[in-house]
């Protein structure tokens, strides 16, 4: 029995067509997610992991399970992904049948667009407090927002 078919929720997984399914290597990362899927369509040249991640919201006793989609350009044969346009982020979320979504971005100029989505529908809505905390930093034009916590926090 495969452990995949074990688990209570599993990752989103794109509609559309023109997805493949890639290996999702999480070695070298700190935080290592409930479950996730890497997936990759060529003719958009976009990337995305999928993932359920368990989070303790700031100030929240309990932790509630999340949808965390991640997406970024790449290339065909490239070895470096690039930050995609807001408009293809949201194609992708459209793909993959995420609404109620909130993107929320912590890597000065990053490559990936992070977007999250509470797994209880009761849920949907309650964002990070660091919306309300952290200075947002705006970038091509203001299509790609990323948040940095104060000096001396």
Known sequence: MEVESQLIIKPLRPRG???????A????????????ERWY?????TQVFSAVEVILPEGARETRPEYHVSVSGLKHGAAENYRCSDSRARW?????GLDGWFEDNHVPHGLVRNFWRPVADPLV??????????PAVREMKGDYVWRDAPRGK
């Open 41 to 45: 369509n060529r003719g958009q040249e």
């Open 125 to 134: 809505g309650d964002v990070c407090s660091c919306v309300e905390s952290e």
């Open 25 to 36: 290597d999480t070695s070298a990362w700190d935080a290592k997610p409930y479950a996730i």
């Open 17 to 23: 067509h023109g997805w493949v399914q890639w290996p």
């Open 92 to 96: 992708v979320l459209k793909e993959f």
